[in-house]
């Protein structure tokens, strides 16, 4: 559906009604009958009349409305998220929608994408071991045991040298040196290297 967006529709806009506009010309929100395969109201998206930036939209979900912008770049379609809709008002979105508009025409790809890939080449390895002990220890359910985090703490002690090397800087050649240098352990270099992976793999996608 197509609205001229305001900061009025923007606030009414809830996964429970869909905003209709009548033979009038004026909004009105009707029940969403639209459901899931679990029941729920299926989330939908309120496109921009105004197309200030094209492809500009609201999406609505179940416990969250988010600006996005849908528009093809070049031969793709590209979809990315501009802003928590509970957050950043209606302009603020809509400049930060065209500074994103500009980096996906540019780039040819998705902005959001494109900076966690900048952001993540800054991480080093000691971030990344520092963010997955925490992981281990608080946010993971159940946290892990104490032996696993003696088995991660030994694991990262042999990388210590390389805890402020960045993860971009590590190269393959590096790594199979340093598991030639376990050869006499290798179940620990193994175990080691599972470790080091886990934790940048981890890093690199929140």
Same mark, same amino acid.
């Given at each position: 559906?197509q609205?001229?967006?305001?900061?009025?529709?923007?606030?009414?806009?809830n996964?429970?009604?869909i905003p209709h506009?009548d033979s009038?010309?004026?909004?009105?929100?009707?029940?969403?009958t639209r459901?899931?395969?679990?029941?729920? !109201?299926?989330?939908?998206?309120v496109?921009?009349?105004k197309?200030?930036?094209?492809?500009f939209?609201?999406?609505?979900?179940?416990?969250?409305?988010?600006? #996005?912008?849908?528009r093809?770049?070049g031969s793709?379609?590209?979809?990315?998220?501009v802003?928590?809709a509970?957050?950043?008002?209606?302009?603020?979105?809509r400049?930060?929608a065209h500074?994103?508009?500009? #980096?996906?025409i540019?780039?040819?790809?998705? !902005?959001?994408?494109?900076?966690?890939e900048?952001?993540a080449?800054?991480?080093t390895l000691?971030?990344?071991?520092?963010n997955?002990?925490?992981?281990?220890?608080?946010?993971?359910? !159940? !946290?892990?045991?104490?032996?696993t985090l003696l088995a991660?703490?030994?694991?990262?002690?042999?990388f210590?040298d390389?805890?402020?090397?960045r993860?971009k800087?590590?190269?393959?050649k590096m790594?199979?040196?340093?598991?030639?240098?376990?050869t006499?352990?290798?179940?620990?270099?193994?175990q080691?290297?599972r470790?080091?992976?886990?934790?940048?793999?981890r890093a690199?996608?929140t």
């Amino acid at each position: 559906m197509q609205l001229k967006l305001s900061k009025a529709i923007v606030a009414r806009l809830n996964i429970d009604t869909i905003p209709h506009v009548d033979s009038g010309g004026s909004v009105q929100f009707v029940t969403n009958t639209r459901l899931d395969e679990q029941g729920f !109201p299926q989330s939908y998206v309120v496109s921009d009349a105004k197309w200030d930036p094209r492809g500009f939209a609201v999406k609505v979900n179940r416990d969250s409305k988010s600006y #996005i912008v849908q528009r093809r770049v070049g031969s793709k379609v590209l979809k990315f998220k501009v802003a928590d809709a509970s957050v950043v008002d209606l302009e603020s979105a809509r400049k930060r929608a065209h500074e994103l508009v500009d #980096i996906a025409i540019e780039s040819g790809r998705n !902005p959001n994408a494109l900076r966690r890939e900048i952001d993540a080449s800054q991480i080093t390895l000691g971030e990344c071991f520092r963010n997955y002990l925490k992981y281990l220890e608080t946010d993971r359910d !159940p !946290p892990a045991t104490k032996n696993t985090l003696l088995a991660f703490n030994k694991a990262r002690n042999i990388f210590s040298d390389w805890e402020g090397k960045r993860v971009k800087e590590i190269t393959s050649k590096m790594v199979m040196g340093k598991f030639a240098e376990m050869t006499t352990k290798r179940t620990s270099a193994e175990q080691a290297m599972r470790w080091a992976g886990a934790s940048v793999e981890r890093a690199l996608k929140t």
